[in-house]
C-alpha cells in the first residue's frame, strides 16, 4: 500500500483548499520541507508545491480567483502565492539542463520523477497528492527519513559540482535530521570545499544562518571546522570560538532562552567589533544585525558586574547577547523590564537650572547614579537630584 501524508493543521487550511482547487489537484503535488517535516511529525513553517502548469499558467489562474501572486523566481519557475495563513511557493516541474555550481539552466518538464531527480536529498523528493494524501517517492525518501539519513539523489560529487551550495544545505540538513553520516558525501563536501568562494553572499549567509539557527549546532559545526569547510566561510573563527559555540548553546539552554542565529554567529567570532563588523558586511547582514554582532563582540568580563544596568543602557536583547557569550548569569534579567527614570527636564529648570546643557548634563549624572543604585524609585531620585545640583 502506499504511504500517506499524515493530517497536520496545515493540511486542513482553507486557504491551501482553495489554492488546489484554483490550480486542479491533478496538477500539482506538495513537495519539500512540508511533506518531509510533517511525515516526521514536526511543525511546518513554509510550503512549497510543484506543478505541471507553466508558471503563466499558475500566475493567470491565481489572478482569476483573486489571489495574490509574486513572480519571486520566475526564471527557475517560481511563483509566491500570498494566502491568509502565508506564502506558498509554487514550481513548476522542471529539468536541469546546464549548470555551472552557481546558478542552473532549466527546462520545464511533465515529469515528476524528473523534477524530483533535480532535488537535492532523497528526502526532499518526496510528493504528496492534494487530495488523497499519496506519498510519490522516486528514490527511497521514505527509507532514508525513517533512518534519518541525508542522502544526496546521485553521485555526491556531481550534484555539488552542479550547484555547490548543496554542501552547506548537506550540512544543515543533517544538523537537523542526520544520525548516520555518509563518508562519500563527506569527501565530496571536503574536496570542493573551495568552491563555496564563488557562490553569492547572501545565498552562502542564509544558510549559514538556518544551520546556525537550529537546536544544538556544535557537533555539525565542529565537523565541517575539521574537514576545512568552516574557514572557507568564515576564516575569522578560531579553535577557542567552537568551544565558545558549545558553551553558548549549554548557557541558552539552562537560561531557557531560545536559539539566535546572529548570537551563534556572535560565539563563532574573536571578541573585536570592527571583524564583526567586517564579517556582517561581508555576509551582506542587515545593518540592524550588523549592530548587534559589533555590539556582542564588545563585551567585556564586567559586563556581568550590572546585568540591569546593562540591559538598561543596551536594550534586553544586547544585554543577553553579551552575558551569554561570557558566561555570566542572565537571572535578574528574567521577567524585568528597564524602567523608565522618574525625572523630566522641565523639574531641573523648575528648581532654578537655566535651560541648556546644564540641564543634560544633571539629567546624565542623576540618571547614572540612579542605575548604579539599581534603578531606586522617585523619592530616592529626588533626593538624588538634591545633591547634583548642590554640588
Ligand atoms: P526548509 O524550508 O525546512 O529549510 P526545504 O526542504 O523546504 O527545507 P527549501 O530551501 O525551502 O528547503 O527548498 C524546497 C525544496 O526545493 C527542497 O526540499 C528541495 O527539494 C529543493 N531544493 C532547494 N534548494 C535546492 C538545491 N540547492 N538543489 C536542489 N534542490 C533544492
Ligand atoms: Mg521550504
Redesign the pocket.
Known amino acids: 500500500m502506499a504511504d500517506l501524508l499524515p493530517g497536520a493543521s496545515w493540511t486542513r487550511r482553507a486557504d491551501l483548499a482553495q489554492l488546489v482547487r484554483v490550480l486542479g489537484a491533478e496538477n500539482m503535488r506538495w513537495?519539500?520541507?512540508?511533506v518531509?517535516?510533517t511525515l516526521l511529525g514536526l511543525d511546518v513553517?513554509?510550503i512549497?508545491a510543484a506543478t505541471t502548469l507553466e508558471p503563466e499558467a499558475v500566475i493567470a489562474r491565481l489572478k482569476d480567483a483573486g489571489i495574490t501572486s509574486v513572480p519571486t523566481g520566475i526564471d527557475h519557475g517560481t511563483v509566491t502565492a500570498v494566502l491568509d495563513g502565508g506564502h506558498v511557493?509554487i514550481?513548476t516541474l522542471r529539468q536541469d539542463v546546464s549548470t555551472d555550481g552557481r546558478r542552473a539552466t532549466v527546462a520545464f518538464a511533465s515529469d515528476w520523477r524528473d523534477d524530483a531527480a533535480?532535488?537535492?536529498?532523497t528526502i526532499?523528493?518526496l510528493y504528496a497528492h492534494p487530495e488523497t494524501r499519496e506519498i510519490s517517492d522516486y528514490f527511497g525518501g521514505m527509507k532514508d527519513l525513517s533512518n534519518r539519513r541525508v542522502r544526496f539523489i546521485g553521485d555526491a560529487g556531481e550534484?555539488i559540482r552542479?550547484?555547490h551550495?548543496?554542501i552547506l544545505?548537506y550540512f544543515?540538513?543533517h544538523a537537523?535530521f542526520g544520525s548516520e553520516l555518509d563518508q562519500d558525501a563527506l569527501d565530496a563536501c571536503e574536496h570542493q570545499a573551495e568552491t563555496l568562494k564563488g557562490l553569492s553572499r547572501e545565498r552562502v549567509a542564509k544558510e549559514v544562518l538556518?544551520l546556525l539557527a537550529l537546536a544544538d549546532p556544535y557537533e555539525t559545526v565542529h565537523l565541517m571546522a575539521r574537514l576545512g569547510i568552516w574557514k572557507v566561510i568564515l576564516p575569522e573563527t578560531g579553535g577557542k570560538d567552537l568551544e565558545r559555540l558549545q558553551s553558548l548553546i549549554a548557557a541558552e539552554r539552562a537560561a531557557g532562552i531560545a536559539a539566535d542565529p546572529i548570537r551563534r554567529l556572535a560565539a563563532l567570532l574573536p571578541a573585536l567589533p570592527p571583524v564583526a563588523t567586517e564579517v556582517g558586511t561581508r555576509l551582506r547582514m542587515s545593518r540592524a544585525q550588523r549592530s548587534r554582532l559589533s555590539s556582542a563582540a564588545d563585551r567585556k568580563l564586567a559586563d556581568a558586574e550590572n546585568p540591569r544596568g546593562l540591559a538598561y543602557s543596551l536594550g534586553k536583547e544586547r544585554a543577553i547577547d553579551r552575558l551569554l557569550l561570557t558566561g555570566a548569569d542572565i537571572s535578574p534579567l528574567n521577567d524585568w523590564e528597564p524602567p523608565v527614570l522618574p525625572l523630566k527636564g522641565g523639574e531641573i529648570v523648575a528648581r532654578g537650572v537655566g535651560a541648556g546643557p546644564d540641564v543634560a548634563r544633571i539629567l546624565q549624572t542623576v540618571e547614572a547614579q540612579w542605575v548604579a543604585e539599581g534603578f531606586p524609585d522617585r523619592t530616592r531620585v529626588e533626593a538624588i537630584l538634591d545633591d547634583v545640583i548642590a554640588q
Do not use: I
Not at 513537495?31 to 512540508?34: F, L, S, Y
Not at 533535480?118 to 536529498?121: L, N
Open positions: 513537495v519539500g520541507g512540508a518531509r517535516d513553517a513554509d512549497d511557493e514550481t533535480r532535488r537535492d536529498f526532499n523528493a550534484r552542479e550547484d551550495l548543496r544545505r544543515r540538513f537537523r538556518s
